[in-house]
């Protein structure tokens, strides 16, 4: 297991991240997975053997049973709780009130004091916000991520889900007030979706923000176990949740093009999956969800496998996005700028 520095912090977090949408049961999200305490508990510890330090929930996952399932889980084995970096999640609705959802400060703050009663812990180390808010205004919930942090309660404040010019937005608004920054942005990312190549990982190397890909896989798309007419094993969640959105004809040409090379290597395709993610310059940890301790314990298993420059190049073309403007224009015209030798004009 390797450790990369979380954006412009001086903190490590394993380069695989346990996510926690599994555990619980309840609600909606009993789609995703129904584990309890023991199989928590299980994979936990599965995860912490690997070399696994940073772990992800959210406050609405199985209406907040995900974070008492670890919490309870932490307790139970007996970890320290200062070699694990935790990480959870506010914006979703969590009562049926009008202000029981959102980023507003009156929400976060509530929201905060919640999660860190469920998850037993007196902070968090990384506070998200799970995705845009139109009807609050960015200022205020920037300003209230920046008040939580100098409570104690939080150390470092990341998104997830945003459009880029909103991340560099409350990036300003933050440098603006002198408040936390924006340290991360979690986003949907595999080999089948690379849309945030277009704006977001740009904007991540530039401003030192870390990315933490969520959903690897596409929902168990790319695990190698689906046909082209996605239909997958007796129960898989993607047979009765079809999310994220995907290119399924680009999907499957990615599956069909990661069978050879997981031959080759003696791994599933899901490890390919991973592996590809974990060899972008711009990846700092990805998150992996398993229903149950088989799937965790293949997925760990990719941090070994290291894909070869022509696989990443075979894997790069099947996968590549189409070309859309300004990007074909960016391109043109900085091809124009190249010196008859080839060499730059700066």
Not at 35 to 61: C, H, K, R, S
Request: charged share 20%.
């Amino acid at each position: 297991m390797r450790y990369q520095k979380l954006g412009r912090t001086g903190l490590f977090v394993s380069e695989v991240c346990l996510g926690t949408m599994t555990y619980g049961g309840k609600g909606f999200w009993a789609m995703m997975g129904d584990l309890g305490l023991d199989e928590v508990a299980g994979q936990l510890q599965a995860a912490v053997d690997a070399g696994v330090n940073f772990i992800d929930t959210a406050n609405v996952y199985h209406e907040g049973e995900s974070e008492r399932l670890v919490g309870a889980a932490i307790a139970r084995l007996g970890l320290r709780r200062e070699s694990l970096v935790l990480a959870t999640k506010a914006r979703g609705r969590t009562g049926p009130g009008p202000n029981d959802a959102g980023l507003t400060r009156k929400h976060l703050l509530a929201s905060i004091d919640a999660s860190l009663q469920r998850l037993g812990t007196d902070y968090v180390d990384l506070y998200q916000i799970h995705g845009v808010d139109r009807a609050t205004p960015l200022e205020e919930t920037v300003q209230a991520l920046g008040d939580i942090v100098r409570s104690g309660k939080v150390r470092y404040v990341g998104f997830c889900n945003l459009p880029a010019w909103t991340a560099m937005k409350a990036l300003a608004i933050a440098d603006r007030l002198g408040v936390a920054r924006f340290v991360s942005g979690q986003m949907y990312y595999s080999i089948a979706g690379r849309d945030i190549e277009r704006e977001i990982a740009p904007l991540a190397q530039d401003e030192g923000l870390a990315i933490l890909p969520w959903s690897p896989l596409a929902g168990g798309l790319l695990s190698g176990k689906f046909s082209a007419d996605a239909k997958g094993p007796e129960g898989a969640r993607r047979t009765s949740f079809d999310f994220p959105i995907v290119d399924k004809n680009r999907a499957f040409a990615c599956v069909d093009a990661m069978r050879p090379i997981a031959q080759a290597h003696g791994s599933s395709v899901a490890q390919v999956a991973l592996a590809y993610l974990l060899q972008k310059p711009f990846v700092t940890s990805v998150i992996i969800g398993a229903r149950t301790q088989a799937q965790l314990v293949d997925n760990l298993s990719a941090t070994k496998l290291i894909l070869s420059s022509e696989q990443l190049a075979t894997l790069d073309a099947v996968s590549a996005l189409p070309t859309e403007y300004p990007g074909w224009m960016v391109d043109w015209q900085n091809g124009r700028d190249q010196n008859s030798d080839g060499s730059s004009r700066r």
